[in-house]
């Protein structure tokens, strides 16, 4: 997600002298071709993730669209109140971009595991997304660019396969149905999406069970039609996070259906529910420790199903 | 207007506006008062025509609780009329105890929190330096912001690329919001601790206009960036305000307002 994030920044800011893009001191390897092609367009504001989004808020004010760039909590909770005050109440065009979502950093310990960004960050009134596959990250690198005010773009490690027809248009708000089914939806955020639609393969293969899945790549404003038309349509909805359940993706699902009064025959949040994590492993090691592996999600949807 | 008599606007204005509403920080006020009227009768490139002109110096408060001075300081210089001042602190108002720029023609960025303001000026300091620009920004800082670390993360920043635009001062009155500067978190050896950072430092006694004058206009003559030390008494115009922590927080009533207002008014 990071190279195609990169890449297609880059053709962004070569067309656009306004794209401004600061690191905190990491991306090793990654913003080499960046910083040759445009070297003005281009900084590296040390270890310092405040200065950095207040600085970004400053460049930012003075008519630029700045991408602020870290890894896990780095850009965006050892800042938060820079994003808040600085950037968001001023209507900032500041975009951070956190590479590293949920486990992708698994082993590198709980420092490194962003879980909570997501319930913090959609209490602000600013654009949140969490692209799942490669084609999502192009999209919504573009789109962001397009956007006004002040946005957080969470990256992963892995990504979900292509699932964007030939002709799709991306738009930020309008989630994606990836699988038509009726049985039940499953609702993922991010790259976890993958697990989705393997779980929602095998179960049509094994069990005759038709998943509709839905790719929930903008967590604010949420795309609250397709989340509604879901639980009247379909049996019952899980949504799908690698990050904690409190106050995440789930979360702002939960509130949408039932301010609306569309209340699904069944809803499960799927995420990590036991605070922090301080087992190691790999992204997939820890996604199945915590049930959010294909496994964990065929094993929640047949439960459902069942109690129904 | 000249500097001194905007500065005695200032301090009286606040005066009445933090009584009125029932606000704090009227000595923080009261500090930097004869910085903030130097700057606007003589330093700040603005136009009150054309609050948002392009080529305008950059002014930003960080240490916002002093927000009235700045909302008497631009009512004064003709950014919006003087009589919005009676709103502040009020149901409905667009003017809040710490500075917010929004409903506000000439606040140049909102603060309140500590340790916001340097970076966001640093910010706006490189993006001049990036299209070449001739203004200035000015960051008015607090001592006790100086304990936030944001803070230092911006000096390194502005001495690393030379943004010999930007000029930090300090309200250097040695109090505190629970104590003296000294007895919370020492700050001296501070113009060594600035200097050695890289910035170019110049003393300068906060209350003596012609001194602040020179210090504030003198574009940087070492290509670094500028910090102005302006050594000040927190209180400064009112004898019982004078040096003393509990003005920070105390609102003026009765008496005191009057005796306050008394002495403020002395030519």
């Not at chain 1, 600013?126 to 660019?145: G, K, M, N």
């Not at chain 1, 708000?173 to 991010?190: K, W």
């Not at chain 2, 933090?18 to 923080?28: D, Q």
């Not at chain 2, 040695?174 to 601790?193: M, R, Y």
Request: net charge neutral; with cysteine.
């Amino acid at each position: 997600m990071r190279n195609a994030f990169v890449s297609e920044l880059l053709e962004l800011a070569i067309a656009d002298p306004r794209i401004l893009l600061i690191t905190g001191d990491l991306g090793f390897g990654v913003f080499e071709e960046f910083a040759r092609r445009c070297p003005r367009q281009f900084l590296n504001a040390g270890v310092a993730e405040q200065n950095m989004t207040g600085l970004a808020t400053g460049i930012a004010l003075e008519g630029r669209i700045v991408f602020t760039y870290s890894i896990a909590n780095f850009p965006s909770l050892r800042c938060l109140e820079q994003i808040r005050n600085d950037a968001a109440y001023h209507d900032a065009n500041v975009k951070v971009v956190s590479i590293g979502s949920g486990f992708s950093y698994g082993q590198l310990g709980m420092s490194h595991h962003a879980t909570e960004d997501v319930s913090i960050l959609r209490a602000l009134p600013i654009t949140v997304v969490s692209p799942a596959d490669e084609w999502e990250v192009r999209q919504a690198t573009r789109a962001l660019v397009a956007t006004p005010g002040t946005c957080y773009l969470r990256l992963d490690k892995s990504k979900a396969p292509p699932t964007h027809a030939a002709d799709e248009i991306f738009t930020i708000g309008r989630s994606r149905v990836v699988r038509q089914g009726t049985d039940l939806t499953i609702a993922a955020m991010g790259a976890i999406l993958e697990v989705a639609l393997e779980a929602a393969d095998d179960l049509a293969k094994s069990q005759g069970i038709r998943t509709r899945v839905l790719s929930v790549h903008t967590v604010r404003p949420l795309d609250i039609d397709a989340i509604v038309a879901a639980a009247r349509e379909t049996g019952g909805l899980i949504t799908l996070e690698e990050h904690t359940v409190d106050g995440g993706f789930g979360g702002a699902v939960a509130e949408a259906l039932l301010e609306r009064g569309a209340i699904p025959r069944a809803f499960l949040r799927v995420g990590l529910r036991v605070g922090f994590c301080s087992a190691v492993g790999s992204q997939n090691h820890l996604r199945a420790l915590y049930g959010m592996d294909k496994a964990g999600v065929i094993a929640n949807v047949l439960r459902m199903l069942q109690k129904q | 207007m000249d500097s001194r008599e905007l500065a005695k606007r200032i301090r009286k204005h606040a005066l009445r506006m933090t009584s009125r509403g029932g606000s704090s920080h009227i000595a923080a006020v009261l500090s930097m008062a004869d910085v903030v009227a130097v700057l606007y009768a003589n330093v700040l490139r603005v136009d009150p025509e054309r609050p948002r002109w392009s080529d305008r110096d950059r002014f930003i408060l960080s240490k916002g609780h002093a927000g009235a001075g700045i909302y008497a300081a631009l009512a004064e210089s003709g950014f919006f009329p003087v009589e919005k001042l009676d709103t502040h602190y009020q149901n409905g108002s667009d003017l809040s105890g710490h500075v917010s720029h929004k409903g506000v023609p000439g606040v140049e960025f909102s603060t309140g929190s500590l340790g916001h303001g340097l970076p966001v000026g640093t910010g706006m300091a490189y993006a001049a330096h990036l299209d070449s620009k001739q203004h200035r920004v000015f960051v008015l800082l607090s001592d006790g912001e100086c304990d936030e670390g944001s803070n230092w993360e911006a000096i390194l920043f502005a001495a690393h690329f030379k943004l010999r635009n930007l000029v930090a001062i300090v309200d250097y009155n040695k109090i505190q919001s629970l104590g003296t500067v000294a007895e919370t978190l020492a700050l001296e050896p501070f113009v060594d601790k600035w200097t050695s950072f890289g910035w170019e430092v110049r003393e300068a006694d906060g209350h003596d206009h012609g001194a602040l004058r020179s210090a504030l206009s003198a574009p940087s003559s070492s290509g670094r960036p500028v910090c102005v030390m302006a050594h000040t008494t927190k209180g400064k115009g009112v004898s019982f305000m004078e040096n003393t922590v509990l003005w920070h927080y105390r609102t003026a009533k009765g008496d005191e307002y009057d005796r306050a207002m008394t002495e403020l008014d002395r030519p």
